[in-house]
Each structure stands twice: as structure tokens, then as C-alpha cells.
T-cell receptor, first 114, second 115 residues
Framework: AQKVTQAQTEISVVEKEDVTLDCVYE???????LFWYKQPPSGELVFLIR??????QNEISGRYSWNFQKSTSSFNFTITASQVVDSAVYFC???????????FGSGTRLLVRP | EAGVAQSPRYKIIEKRQSVAFWCNPI?????LYWYQQILGQGPKLLIQ????????DSQLPKDRFSAERLKGVDSTLKIQPAKLEDSAVYLC?????????????FGPGTRLTVT
């Protein structure tokens, strides 16, 4: 079965703190793809990153970084020096060549307080 | 490049009424998706089109939901008759090609409230 688990329902931090959002996935496919999306209060899901299962290199983009570990089936997302504009719901998703759909986790609501 | 367009943004109807949502994908994107997002949950795929053909509609409640994509561009999702549990945000997304490996780009969604 394919599944994405985001165990953290809600996280609240103070501006400038670092925060890590956890994502654990399940799939039997050897080739798969992992995504992170941001959903601000406006409601539109914004694509952040895609990783394929053969590339375990960590990625950094400005204040954002992603840690992909196949050994623990995790694809965690860290925001460094958080800002109020980072407040949103963040979704992790799983895609596979064997299926056309994306499987989303239930999301983590991040609140960054000034 | 214009993003995915959806209308209306908000709709309130009474149960047993019908409603329709419209989506215009990113230009050149062959694949179009409709998702249902219930409050507090992640999006759930309802139906996927490749050009104007249906690729996956396994989770579409076909007794009340229907969707079409004429000419392989715009799409309409209809609910008839609506139930209280249909209250949700309906998201449209598009991607260049079909497949779980490609990122999907989402529209702003239509928030439906059924009273």
C-alpha cells in the first residue's frame, strides 16, 4: 500500500527559529517521487520541490532544505530562520510511475509568530 | 505564464441542488486533475484527464459527480445532487504530461459549502 504520514498536525514557532517538518512514506515501488507543497491561507498549493528515489542528495534552496533518507523512508523539510510569511499548511506527497496520482499526507500547519 | 484558473472561488448551495466548477489549465499542459480537499485533510484525487480522455476516475462518486474536458483544454466538474458531505475545496491541477513523476500545478480552488 502507498501512504504518506505527516505526524505533526500543527507546529508553532517564533520568528527566526528553525523548524523541521517530518514526512514518512510507504511504497513497494523501487522508483518513486517525493514532493513538498505549500498551501498558504489563499488556498493555492504551491510546488516546492521534487526528488526521485534514486537521488538521496540533500537539497538546499535559500532558507529551505530537504533531507531524503531511504533507510528510514523519510523526506523531511527544514526551514531555517523562519519568517511570518512561512505560515501555511505544508503537504508531503508521493508519486509513482505505476500510478498517475499523487498521494498526499494530511499536512502540517506551521504558524510562525512575530 | 498564466497559472491554473478556476471559478467560482466560493459557492454556497443547499443540499440536493446542483453545482458546476470550471477549470482552465496552464497552456500546453496535457494532463488535468480534479481533487477534493476536505478541511484538515490532504487533497484526494477525483478524476484525471489526459487530453480529453479519462485516465483515472476510480475515486469519483459517479452517482452524483461528473466531469468532462471538451477539446482537451478547459474542464467542468459537476455535482448533482449535492450532499452535506460534499462541502470541501475543489482543486484543479495540471501537468505537462501524465505520471506520478511530474509536478502538478494547482489553481486557487473553489470552496463549496452545502447547507
Amino acid at each position: 500500500a502507498q501512504k504518506v504520514t505527516q505526524a505533526q498536525t500543527e507546529i508553532s514557532v517564533v520568528e527566526k527559529e528553525d523548524v523541521t517538518l517530518d514526512c514518512v512514506y510507504e511504497t513497494r515501488d523501487t522508483t518513486y517521487y517525493l514532493f513538498w507543497y505549500k498551501q498558504p491561507p489563499s488556498g493555492e498549493l504551491v510546488f516546492l520541490i521534487r526528488r526521485n528515489s534514486f537521488d538521496e542528495q540533500n537539497e538546499i534552496s535559500g532558507r529551505y532544505s530537504w533531507n531524503f533518507q531511504k533507510s528510514t523512508s523519510s523526506f523531511n523539510f527544514t526551514i531555517t530562520a523562519s519568517q511570518v510569511v512561512d505560515s501555511a499548511v505544508y503537504f508531503c506527497a508521493l508519486g509513482m510511475d505505476s500510478s498517475y496520482k499523487l498521494i498526499f499526507g494530511s499536512g502540517t500547519r506551521l504558524l510562525v509568530r512575530p | 505564464e498564466a497559472g491554473v484558473a478556476q471559478s467560482p472561488r466560493y459557492k454556497i448551495i443547499e443540499k440536493r441542488q446542483s453545482v458546476a466548477f470550471w477549470c482552465n489549465p496552464i497552456s500546453g499542459h496535457a494532463t488535468l486533475y480534479w481533487y477534493q480537499q476536505i478541511l484538515g485533510q490532504g487533497p484526494k484525487l477525483l478524476i484525471q484527464f489526459q487530453n480529453n480522455g479519462v485516465v483515472d476516475d476510480s475515486q469519483l462518486p459517479k452517482d452524483r459527480f461528473s466531469a468532462e474536458r471538451l477539446k482537451g483544454v478547459d474542464s467542468t466538474l459537476k455535482i448533482q445532487p449535492a450532499k452535506l458531505e460534499d462541502s470541501a475545496v475543489y482543486l484543479c491541477a495540471s501537468s505537462r504530461v501524465a505520471g506520478g513523476s511530474y509536478e502538478q500545478y494547482f489553481g486557487p480552488g473553489t470552496r463549496l459549502t452545502v447547507t
